[in-house]
Structures are given as C-alpha cells and as structure tokens.
C-alpha cells in the first residue's frame, strides 16, 4: 500500500491565447489598401467609404488613404438610440 497518495493531474492550468482584437490604425493615419484596421467581434465599429468588413468583423481598407472615425447614432429596432463609430478612408489630398 502506498504510504502518500497519488498525485492526479490538475484541473487548472488551461487559458485561452489572447486574439490581440482592437483598433490597428488610429484616425489620421495613412492605410495602404487591404491593410487592417480594426479586429473586433460583433460589430461595435461601422464600415464606411472605403472599408470592408471581413468574415470575422475584421474591418480593413480597400484602397489606399487616411483614416477618420464619424461618430453618429443608429437606431435601432426597438427604437432605442446607440451611438456607434464609422470607419472611413478617405483619399489623402
């Protein structure tokens, strides 16, 4: 008979990786097309002119410019009012 007992494996110990989601280019800056500027999940930020939402609500330029973030309110189906933020890319002058 064993005279300590037996060391089991723990139950602890597991985490997720972080999936480094947030905004990549900040208003102002330059974005070359198919650059990311922001990974979210959901769709928190709105695509506007000249930005395209991928698969996983990743939003990312599709052409070259500067960044600039509109905030506006949406309303929405309950006719409650959110503010949300569109993300544009406008040709830099």
């Known amino acids: 008979m064993a005279s300590t ?4 494996s723990t139950k602890l ?3 997720s990786i ?3 989601l947030g905004v990549k280019k900040n208003h102002g800056q330059g974005v ?3 650059e990311i500027i922001i990974r979210q999940r959901g769709s928190h930020f709105l695509h506007g002119a000249g930005v395209r939402k991928g698969a996983d609500d ?3 330029a599709i052409r070259d410019g500067v ?11 309950d ?7 569109i993300v544009c890319v406008m040709i830099a002058a």
Do not use: C, E, N
Not at 5 to 8: F, Q, V
């Open 32 to 34: 070359l097309a198919g």
């Open 67 to 77: 960044v600039q973030f509109i905030p506006t309110r949406k309303i929405r189906f």
């Open 18 to 20: 972080s999936k480094r």
């Open 79 to 85: 006719r409650k009012q959110r503010t949300a933020t």
């Open 58 to 60: 990743t939003l990312y």
């Open 13 to 15: 110990g597991r985490d």
């Open 5 to 8: 007992k037996s060391t089991g």
